[in-house]
C-alpha cells in the first residue's frame, strides 16, 4: 500500500469501524479478561522500523477493538459517559481530515466560525445571557476551571489586584463556597487556580443532594458560591434562584457545574429544574455527555466577556489584531483540535425539538429503570429527576456482590457509590442509544444478579 495515499486507509478505517459498530451490541459492555490481555501485542521496544500503515491500523483493530468499552452502544450506564451521535462521529471524521488548529481565527475561519456558532446557539438553548462569552474546551473540569479563572479576576480586580499579573501571593483572600455535594473535579479546579481545594466553605446538602439556601453563610463581594445543576449520584439540582438571589443581595459570584444538567434547560418538561439558572455569573457544561457529541468536548459560559478573555488572553507580539473572535482568548489552551465542529454538527442535526427529545428519553428511560426495580421490590434511594438511578440492594457487601455479578455478566454495566450511609449501584442513562428494549434487558440482568445474590 502506498503510504501516502489517503484512500485506501480511510476506506479499510470505514469499513473497521463499521463492523466494530455492527457488532457492539452482541459483545459484553466491559470487555473480557482475555481481550484486555491482548492489549499487550500493541507493546514491546519501540519499533526500529515503522510499518505498513495497513499493517497498523489492522493490529490497533485487532487488540484495540476488543479490549474497548461499548461506550457507543445503549447499556453503558457508568459513571455519567455519553455515547456519540452518527452524524457526530461524521463530523469529527471530516474535521480530522481538515486538520484544523483551532486556536485563531486566521489557523481555521471554519473551526473558529463552526465553534462561534455552535455557542451561540448553545447559549440560547440553555436560555443565558445573549451578551455571555463561550469556550469550548475538553470537559467540564476546563469548564469550571474557566469559569472560575473569570470570577477569581473579577473579584480582585474590584479590589484593584490584577491576579494574572502579580498572582496570588500577598493577593485580598476569596472565599469559595460550595455544596457539600460538589463535584470532586470542581474542587480540583480550585486547587488548581490556588483558591485550595480545603479552604472551601461546605453548606449542608438535603437529602437528595440539593444544596439547602437558607443554610449558605454570610457571603461578600469578594465570594464564588458554586452551585451544582445534576448531581453525579442523585440527579439532583441546587436551587438557582434562591441562591442567585441570596449572592448577588451580597455582590457575590455565582458559577453553575452543570456537566450534564444544564441540558435539563433544554426540555419544555425538565426546565422547571434548571429555574433560575441564568442569574448566574458563570456555567460550565458537557457536550460529550448530554449532548453525545463524543469524546471530548466541554464549554463555559461567562456572563462578562471581558471577565474571561482577561484571565485567558495572554498577548503575543505575532498575534496581530483582528475583528474576529479568537478562540484562544477565551480557552486555558492555545492549540487544540477543532472539536467545535461536532459540536456544530450535533446541534444542527438535533435542533431545539432533537435536543429536547433526546433529553427527555434518557429521563424516561431512567424513570422506566427505576420503576421497574422498585415493582421488583428493590430500594430505589433517590428521586428520579433525571438521568440517574441509586439502587440499594440490601447490606454493602451484598450491594458490592451484585455491581461485580452485573459488571461481569456483559449485558450492561453500572458502577458503585456510596450516598448518604448506603451503598448502591449508580446507573446513568446517558446515551441517544438507549432503547426500551436496552433498558428491559438490562433491567432483566440486574434482577437476575441480585435473585443470585
Ligand atoms: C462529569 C462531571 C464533571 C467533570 O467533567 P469532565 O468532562 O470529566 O471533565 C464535573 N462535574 C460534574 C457534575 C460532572 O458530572
Redesign the pocket.
Given at each position: 500500500m502506498d503510504p501516502h495515499d489517503h484512500r485506501p486507509l480511510l476506506s479499510e478505517v470505514t469499513e473497521r469501524a463499521l463492523a466494530y459498530l455492527d457488532g457492539l451490541d452482541r459483545r459484553p459492555v466491559f470487555p473480557p479478561a482475555g481481550a484486555i490481555a491482548g492489549l499487550a501485542a500493541l507493546g514491546g521496544p519501540l519499533p526500529e522500523h515503522g510499518s505498513d500503515p495497513a499493517d497498523v491500523l489492522a493490529q490497533l483493530d485487532r487488540a484495540g477493538s476488543p479490549a474497548t468499552v461499548a461506550l457507543a452502544g445503549g447499556r453503558y450506564f457508568g459513571?455519567?459517559n455519553g455515547g456519540v451521535l452518527p452524524v457526530a462521529l461524521a463530523a469529527n471524521w471530516l474535521a480530522s481530515a481538515w486538520g484544523q488548529n483551532a486556536a485563531l481565527w486566521v489557523m481555521s475561519p471554519a473551526a473558529a466560525e463552526l465553534e462561534r456558532i455552535a455557542l451561540d446557539w448553545l447559549a440560547e438553548l440553555f436560555g443565558l445571557p445573549r451578551e455571555c462569552a463561550g469556550a469550548v474546551v475538553?470537559?467540564?473540569?476546563?469548564a469550571?476551571f474557566t469559569g472560575l479563572a473569570a470570577a477569581r479576576h473579577t473579584l480582585l480586580e474590584r479590589e484593584s489586584w490584577d491576579v494574572e499579573r502579580q498572582g496570588l501571593f500577598g493577593a485580598p483572600p476569596i472565599e469559595v463556597v460550595v455544596g457539600d455535594e460538589a463535584?470532586a473535579?470542581?474542587l480540583k479546579t480550585l486547587g488548581m487556580l490556588g483558591l485550595g481545594r480545603d479552604r472551601v466553605v461546605r453548606v449542608p446538602a438535603d437529602g437528595q443532594g440539593r444544596l439547602v439556601a437558607k443554610d449558605i453563610p454570610r457571603l461578600g463581594p469578594r465570594t464564588i458560591l458554586c452551585l451544582?445543576a445534576?448531581?453525579?449520584n442523585t440527579g439532583a439540582f441546587d436551587p438557582f434562584e434562591e441562591a442567585c438571589g441570596i449572592a448577588h443581595e451580597a455582590g457575590a459570584w455565582v458559577h453553575v457545574?452543570g456537566?450534564?444538567?444544564l441540558w435539563a434547560a433544554a426540555s419544555a418538561t425538565r426546565s422547571s429544574l434548571t429555574a433560575g439558572l441564568a442569574l448566574a455569573d458563570s456555567w460550565?457544561t458537557?457536550a460529550?455527555?448530554t449532548l453525545n457529541s463524543g469524546y471530548?468536548c466541554?464549554i463555559a459560559f461567562v456572563r462578562q466577556p471581558s471577565a474571561v478573555s482577561a484571565a485567558m488572553n495572554v498577548p503575543a507580539p505575532y498575534l496581530l489584531g483582528s475583528e474576529h473572535r479568537q478562540p484562544m482568548h477565551f480557552t486555558p489552551e492555545s492549540s487544540r483540535r477543532a472539536r467545535g465542529v461536532e459540536l456544530w454538527a450535533a446541534l444542527k442535526y438535533l435542533g431545539r425539538a432533537g435536543a429536547a427529545k433526546m433529553v427527555e428519553r434518557m429521563c424516561v428511560n431512567a424513570t422506566r429503570l427505576a420503576d421497574g426495580l422498585r415493582r421488583a421490590g428493590q430500594n430505589v434511594l433517590n428521586e428520579v429527576v433525571f438521568n440517574q438511578v441509586l439502587v440499594s440492594f440490601g447490606d454493602a457487601e451484598r450491594t458490592r456482590r451484585i455491581i461485580e455479578t452485573i459488571q461481569q455478566d456483559g449485558t450492561c454495566w453500572c458502577g458503585g457509590t456510596e450516598w448518604h450511609g448506603h451503598s448502591a449501584m449508580r446507573i446513568s442513562i446517558s446515551s441517544w442509544a438507549t432503547t426500551h428494549d436496552d433498558i428491559d434487558r438490562s433491567l432483566g440482568a440486574i434482577l437476575r444478579a441480585a435473585a443470585e445474590a
Open positions: 459513571f455519567v475538553t470537559g467540564a473540569t476546563m469550571n463535584h473535579s470542581l451544582q445534576g448531581n453525579v457545574d456537566a450534564f444538567g460550565a458537557d460529550h455527555k471530548d466541554g
